[in-house]
């Protein structure tokens, strides 16, 4: 019950620190003005909005005030499946990668690590290119086209943002798990386990796999993080009509704080939900995780 | 100096060093000799007198070709190179040195609201760093008076600021944007070295604060510094990229018109970011290198501050295992416990 509580207050401050950083920006949007007085108005203005969101108002096209939520939910959802699509995918091949690797005999181990290792470098731009020519190549080539590459307001795409997305965050995750694999595999029971005759990818899967699970599930708060920096980028390249796209269109003070704030909301509930269930199962307390 | 010397060594370490200095001088001395000047191509005609379309292949101008202008692009990357380092330098510096001040200030004299300041800065990295960064720079790079229809009457928006006004707010807005998660970061660094025991010794003897920090912490945070300021200097270069992708960049632009009289954005500074963010869309087009040739270079400026980095990390990590004690290092192979019948922890 406690590591809700946490996860909730850590809610909170969040919440906290996306009012009063919207609030900021609404300094700049007429210009420079380093003013208290705007500052606290402005704040007063998100939370009202919050509270009412019948105030949540944009300056459409003719001058006309329209209510955000005539399309803002579309926007939304899209941006959140991307997401949460992502996170999931990244994990998934961040752990297939590690149990691969894991199968290798040491020397190949060495370099595999140090391909990945590498790429992980690499800016995240480099890899979007490389994927957007390729399939751009490919249709020159053969006429086909394997993916949409870019989306537009009818047509939504899906496949190759998500996975570009998730294809960094993958080598982090694969990073963080392939030092706690090796840290795990020196110990005594792994070696008893061996000597019973089980084979690697038995022990992989029903020992090692469950110790390490709760370490990397503290790891990947900076792979949601990693996640969100880079979608803002993701959705201006592949011309995804996201929640980012919207906020910098319409980047008023009070919008900018809805929106994230209902981003975060969906992340947080999983994120209570999968340490509970983590408490409750096999693990001592974990603390606080995101 | 002993790691310094080790380091020259290193292999990872040298590498990057070398080639980032290499862009960085090559780039000064072009501007030393020839003063920045791009040479540029006019419109070439095939044998029968019939245009050749513009931006002209790698075949014709080794190495890179040249853009819609007619410039030559491996002098125009040459051109950029030492304003993307000298940029990618100045904001991690500006990051960095104020956060040690700060960080040491709030380890020594604000302990006991150290808890609720380092949650307020980890919510803060909640709100993602790419869109704080556009948002807050969308209105100070405003280059060109925008004219907004409010109620049918025409109103002028915000007025630009000087150009030298914008370089700099453009430096320090990134620059400030992590000063709170750094000095967090460094507050963290300072505490772990003031709970060894021999600071505590120190105390005891009547060590003032100012001591404290310039004899015994000194030695232990400058090698972590080290290690955050390379690390700050790729974020930026990807930070710096990010938002050029968006648009923003160091220098703005100049609209002025290409070999066929086509109007089309120039960038002032030709800094490789910008350069990457202006250029992407010719990976549409059939002339897709154009797109790479920034990102590559900016991969291997990345890549080599990677391996500087990586080099560092080798280093004070071999450095360190030789501090230790002997018997230490003998002994780390066998299982610690000072009861044999133990139970094996599984987790």
Redesign the interface.
């Known amino acids: 019950m406690s590591s809700i509580f946490t996860v909730l207050t850590?809610f909170l401050?969040?919440v906290?620190?996306?009012i009063l950083?919207s609030a900021f920006?609404g300094l700049?949007?007429?210009?420079?003005q380093l003013e208290i007085t705007l500052f606290v108005d402005n704040v007063l203005h998100i939370m009202k909005s919050l509270v009412f969101p019948e105030n949540l108002m944009i300056l459409g096209p003719t001058?006309r005030q329209y209510s955000i939520f005539i399309n803002f939910w579309d926007y939304y959802f899209y941006s959140l499946i991307i997401f949460l699509a992502a996170l999931c995918i990244s994990i998934i091949i961040g752990l297939f990668i590690t149990y691969v690797t894991i199968l290798l005999p040491q020397k190949l181990n060495d370099v595999v690590s140090r391909i990945i290792s590498?790429l992980e470098?690499?800016?995240?731009?480099?890899i979007i290119?490389v994927i957007?020519?390729s399939v751009?190549y490919y249709f020159n080539q053969t006429g086909t086209l394997l993916f949409p590459v870019a989306g537009s307001s009818q047509n939504n795409t899906y496949f190759l943002p998500i996975f570009s997305l998730a294809l960094i965050p993958s080598f982090m995750i694969y990073r963080i798990n392939l030092h706690l694999v090796n840290e795990e595999w020196k110990?005594?029971?792994i070696e008893l386990a061996k000597s019973k005759g089980f084979n690697k990818s038995n022990i992989f899967f029903s020992h090692v796999l469950r110790?390490i699970a709760?370490s990397t599930f503290s790891h990947s708060k900076s792979i949601v993080?990693y996640l969100?920096?880079?979608?803002?980028?993701f959705e201006?390249?592949f011309n995804i009509y996201g929640i980012?796209t919207f906020?910098?269109s319409y980047?008023n003070p009070n919008v900018?704080a809805f929106a994230?704030i209902m981003f975060?909301l969906p992340v947080f509930i999983l994120y209570a939900l999968i340490t509970t269930l983590i408490e409750k199962k096999y693990?001592?307390k974990i603390g606080m995780v995101i | 100096m002993y790691i310094v010397k080790r380091l020259f060594i290193n292999k990872l370490f040298l590498t990057g060093f070398v080639i980032i200095s290499t862009m960085f001088l090559v780039s000064i001395l072009y501007f030393l000799i020839f003063n920045d000047r791009i040479p540029t191509t006019p419109l070439l005609f095939d044998s029968s007198g019939k245009p050749l379309p513009a931006p002209y292949s790698l075949k014709i101008f080794p190495p890179f070709g040249t853009d819609n202008f007619g410039r030559d692009l491996f002098i125009v990357m040459i051109v950029g190179a030492k304003y993307t380092i000298a940029a990618g330098l100045i904001i991690t510096f500006l990051r960095v040195f104020p956060s040690i001040w700060i960080g040491l200030f709030i380890h020594f004299f604000l302990q006991k609201i150290e808890r609720p300041l380092k949650s307020i800065a980890d919510a803060l990295n909640y709100f993602p760093i790419t869109l704080l960064a556009f948002l807050l720079l969308n209105v100070i790079l405003v280059q060109e008076v925008m004219i907004y229809n409010i109620d049918g009457v025409l109103v002028n928006g915000p007025e630009p600021l000087p150009y030298w006004n914008r370089v700099v707010l453009f430096l320090v807005v990134l620059a400030l944007l992590f000063i709170p998660t750094n000095s967090i970061l460094i507050s963290n660094e300072v505490k772990a070295i003031y709970n060894n025991e021999f600071i505590e010794s120190s105390r005891t003897l009547g060590a003032s604060n100012w001591r404290i920090v310039t004899k015994h912490i000194k030695p232990f945070l400058v090698p972590q510094l080290a290690i955050i300021f390379l690390r700050d200097f790729i974020q930026t270069l990807i930070l710096m990229s990010h938002i050029a992708v968006l648009g923003l960049f160091i220098g703005g632009f100049t609209r002025k018109d290409d070999l066929f009289g086509q109007p089309d954005k120039l960038s002032n500074s030709n800094e490789w970011s910008g350069l990457l963010g202006m250029w992407w869309d010719f990976l549409w087009t059939s002339y897709p290198w154009i797109a790479f040739i920034p990102i590559i270079f900016l991969s291997i400026l990345i890549l080599s501050a990677k391996g500087m980095m990586e080099g560092l990390t080798n280093v004070l990590t071999a450095v360190d295992r030789l501090r230790e004690p002997t018997e230490k290092r003998i002994e780390t192979g066998f299982i610690k416990s000072d009861n044999p019948f133990q139970r094996v922890k599984l987790y």
Do not use: E, H
């Open positions: 850590r401050y969040v906290i620190g996306i950083i920006v700049f949007t007429n210009g420079i001058n590498l470098s690499l800016p995240d731009l480099f290119i957007q020519f751009i110990k005594p029971y110790n709760p993080l969100l920096s880079s979608m803002v980028i201006k390249l980012f906020i910098t980047p900018i994230l975060f693990w001592p």
